[in-house]
């Protein structure tokens, strides 16, 4: 299977069940979640269904497109349902059909795992959900979102693309997988992964990213100043990619990180509440 | 009788929680039965991922009907001047409406005479006992994580999709989560076919077996070790045993099939810890090993299906597997080529807690508290120099990728490195196994060297969070500094460690004022003190079963030397049911009460001023076993120190018992003279043990 056929897969069956097909967030993100249309949308009371493809950058994970299986980028195939439907497992299992999974084929299991992320002061109870033994998907009943309690519960289900695509395909190498019938991941991507784990790991200017992430954090302080928590929000996810930057870099010593976590989830949480709040306005004006 | 089952179906509740949960279900439908005075046999619980079942087959069908009196007005106001009810009788009638007005009678209340009556209450039906109680029930059942879903406000272990109720095969009528009872169970997700209607427990499980879901652990533990034995008799292996991964699989599984595996030859170089580790930590897979106890290239996994027609889930186990011991085996080969000098340096980047510096701060201040502990042993040059690099290198593999990876293999990894690098046997074993004991079960490390590095870092750890005010309250243990004072403890008895406890905090003290720029507060040595002593108190009531008086009497003679601490008691303990030790203990207890009064007045004892026989007898005796104890006490030889005390039980007793001496005569002189020999007596026989606490009450 190819890997945009997989995209192509997911995405149709999830316009299916009526969600929104969104794009990629133009800031560099983590993970899916940290999409506005993950982070925002999960809080307040209006029903949201999504799905989406989120490249999310790890640089600790880069390996300069050395290693088979780790890459400082991945794409994530990110699905929010608010509220989360009562067949909500069932639906997940029948995408998994959709991509040419056979499931009495297969061995299906839903194992605990609960996800938090402590820079957004969001957590949630769910499962890591493996394919014979392969992790596929993390699989999420949200229970606070910038440390605000959900509700209705929305589910977050994240599929890690090149690995179920690898696996399928019995692909040992990520930069081996084909992409399109005549590209494949590595031609696409590898003399990025070797530029992006040299920057991130040897020459990202430390003193600027240090100063940039203050910088973003004022501005984005400001912006919540003037009711304007969107915006802030675009400045909360660059202090996070500043900072890492700064952690792969190494130059974040493990008694400055809690700290740094704290800053960027204290404007996480800041802006959630002010977004909630002018959204309450909007609701009752 | 009657038959009932329940079984509420869940989304897969997480195998750590399953038992409890199905467990507490029981036990409190249970108690609701009790509670409403129903006969019943004995309920069963079982459960699998997605189910919690409760079934009992014998249940009375309703409440017996039974009469109750009730209570009504005094006697005084129940009637009028006419002797008709007044207002209050009246409301009382309207009140019980089954009371029959003719056949009031008077009895005694709280406040005197009142009127009453006998009302026939009708015993209710079980399964409307069952609808009110289940709900509630369900809503306060415990969890260690509750979750909310959707737009339910009912939190839970996990989503309720289904409930089936029956009781003698009708449904029980209730809604939990907004989910109705009803007489609907379902079968394995992909291959059990669509939900089936239940009207008996029998037919209940037969249509699950036939439906894939085996909803009992013992079962499924029992398909799943069958399969098992049936592999490695084929491959002529022999399991890696792991009780508590057996436990985890039979319980995250409803179908149990086993599949074997293998995996490329070229990673049995990989440690077998490793190897082990990454089979059951990432894909939750057994180990084979050869009749040797050599590794052999194979796994098994437990899947939840029913079977695996095409080969495809033992296939992508295999795959997934190979992915992760290709890291394993890339984390390893990188590892064993870092020097262990920059390990040790990198630490300094690695914070132990806040505000006690980095770990490599921690290497240092264990180099300096085992080179304290190796002079006080006279351990030999060759030995003191591997116990420095031990110390010193016991954190190095905190930064290395393997510990990274598995960090339940810190330790074990720097043994392996050190031992890949060459270094001798003794520090490879002791860096192998400093973290042991983890538990009250686990076994102490390997060697000496082992048990010293494992007290020292355990000791750093607690007195440097003692000093910052990480002190562990109640139940809040966030730093397990209980666990680490009792790994020291049982290290310093199981290992015989010759160790003043209260020194070696008194060193750790002083390492972190003088290296840490650490202050602790003034008294912080004596509350370290009682926090050790209360563990020793745990260690030798709980772990080692003596006796309240015994540890208590013990521990009255001093607590700093541990491993004499147990050895003291064991000889008390020994000696303890004996006629004579019993005597002797009697009478040391009137002796410290004779002596108590005047304890600061006593002078020398004069043996010139002994008149009474009996006295001189006492002294005597003990002086002819004086020196013998002392001597028996300094080699810790307690036992024998014991019987020695023994025999004074004799001469004990004709001193202090009825026709003995009388001690609190008027003359200072002779009295004080008495009682100063009671104390010089006291002192040589409470070298062991409190002797006089452990009378017989």
Known sequence: MKFQDLILALQNYWAQQDCVISQPYDIEVGAGTMNPHTFLKALGPNPWNVAYVEPSRRPVDGRYGENPFRVHKHYQFQVILKPSPDNIQELYLQSLAAMGINLEDHDIRFEEDNWEAPTLGAWGVGWQVLLDGMEITQFTYFQQVGGIDTAPIPVEITYGIERLCMFLGGVDNIFDLPWSNSVTYGDARKREEYEFSKYCFESADIDLHKNMFDLYEKEAFRLLEENLPLVAYDYTLKCSHAFNVLDARGAVSTTQRPAFIARVRKLACAVAKLHVALQEGANHG | ?697
């Open chain 2, 1 to 697: 009788m009657a038959e009932f089952l329940l079984e509420i179906g869940t989304e897969e509740i997480p195998a750590r929680m399953l038992r409890r949960a199905h467990k507490d279900l029981r036990d409190g439908l249970e108690k609701v039965l009790a509670e409403a005075d129903l006969e019943f046999d004995e309920m069963e619980s079982l459960g699998a991922p997605r189910q919690l079942v409760v079934t009992c087959r014998n249940i009375q069908a309703a409440q017996e009907d039974r009469v109750e009196t009730v209570l009504g007005p005094p006697v005084k106001i129940a009637y009028d001047a006419a002797g008709n009810p007044s207002k209050a009788l009246q409301g009382f009638l309207r009140a019980n409406a089954g009371l029959n007005p003719d056949q009031l009678f008077r009895t005694q209340g709280k406040k005197g005479e009142v009127v009453a009556g006998k009302l026939e209450v009708k015993g209710r039906q079980t399964a409307a006992i069952l609808a009110e109680a289940i709900p509630a029930l369900l809503a306060k059942l415990h969890f260690p994580k509750k979750m909310r879903w959707g737009a339910c406000e009912e939190p839970f272990i996990r989503p309720v999709r289904s409930i089936l109720a029956l009781f003698d095969g009708a449904v029980i009528p209730f809604e939990f989560a907004g989910v109705a009872a009803a007489n609907q169970s379902f079968g394995h997700r992909f291959s059990g076919g669509e939900a089936f209607a239940v009207d008996a427990i029998d037919t209940y499980f037969q249509r699950k077996a036939e439906r894939h879901i085996a909803v009992g652990h013992e079962e499924r533990e029992a398909k799943i070790q069958a399969q098992i034995d049936n592999y490695l008799a084929q491959i002529n292996g022999m399991l890696v045993a792991d009780e508590a991964l057996l436990t985890e699989v039979t319980d995250l599984v409803e179908s149990p099939f086993v599949v074997l595996g293998s995996f490329d030859e070229k990673f049995l170089d990989i440690p077998r810890e490793v190897l082990i580790t990454s089979m059951r930590e990432h894909q939750k897979s057994f180990t084979v090993q050869d009749h040797h106890g050599k590794l052999m290239p194979y796994f098994l996994s437990v899947a939840s299906v029913p079977e695996d027609r095409k080969g495809l889930v033992r296939k992508g186990n295999e795959w997934v597997l190979n992915a992760r011991l290709y890291d394993a085996k890339f984390f390893w080969e990188t590892d064993r080529e870092k020097k262990f000098e920059d390990l040790y340096n990198k630490l300094d980047h690695v914070t132990f807690i806040q505000e006690l510096g980095s770990y490599r701060d921690k290497a240092d201040r264990l180099t300096d508290l085992t080179a304290f502990m190796a002079d006080s042993l006279s351990l030999s040059s060759v030995e003191k120099g591997q116990l420095k690099q031990a110390a010193q290198h016991a954190k190095s593999d905190l930064v290395s990728d393997l510990v990274f990876e598995f960090a339940e293999l810190q330790g074990e990894i720097g043994g392996l490195l050190m031992r890949h690098q060459g270094a001798d046997e003794p520090v490879c074993q002791a860096i192998y196994s400093h973290y042991a004991p983890s538990s009250m079960d686990d076994d102490l490390p390997l060697n000496q060297l082992g048990c010293l590095i494992s007290v020292a870092d355990k000791l750093d750890t607690l007195v440097g969070c003692f000093a910052v005010g990480l002190i562990p309250t109640g139940s809040k243990d966030p730093y397990a500094l209980r666990r680490a004072a009792q790994g020291i403890i049982r290290i310093l008895v199981e290992a015989e460690l010759p160790l003043d406890l209260d020194a070696l905090v008194a060193k750790s003290l002083e390492l972190y004022r003088e290296k840490a720029g650490v202050t602790p507060p003034e008294n912080l040595a004596e509350t370290l003190q009682q926090f050790c002593i209360e563990r020793i108190r745990h260690y030798l009531r709980k772990v080692r079963g003596f006796d309240y008086d015994v540890v208590e009497g013990v521990l009255a003679a001093g607590h700093a030397r541990v491993d004499q601490v147990y050895q003291r008691a064991s000889a008390v303990a020994e000696q303890q049911e004996k006629e004579d030790f019993r005597g002797l203990s009697l009478s040391l207890k009137r002796m410290k009460n004779v002596i108590a009064d005047e304890s600061d007045k006593l002078g020398d004892f004069d043996e010139n001023l002994l008149s009474d026989p009996a006295e001189q007898r006492f002294w005597r005796e003990y002086t002819a076993v004086r020196h013998d104890i002392e001597k028996a006490v300094g080699e810790a030889r307690y036992e024998d120190a014991m019987d020695l005390m023994v025999t004074l039980a004799d001469p004990a007793e004709a001193y202090f018992g009825t026709d003995g001496v009388y001690i609190n005569v008027d003359e200072d002189a002779l009295r004080l003279n008495r009682k100063a020999m009671c104390r010089e007596i006291g002192l040589t026989l409470g070298l062991v043990a409190d002797i006089s606490t452990l009378a017989p009450k």
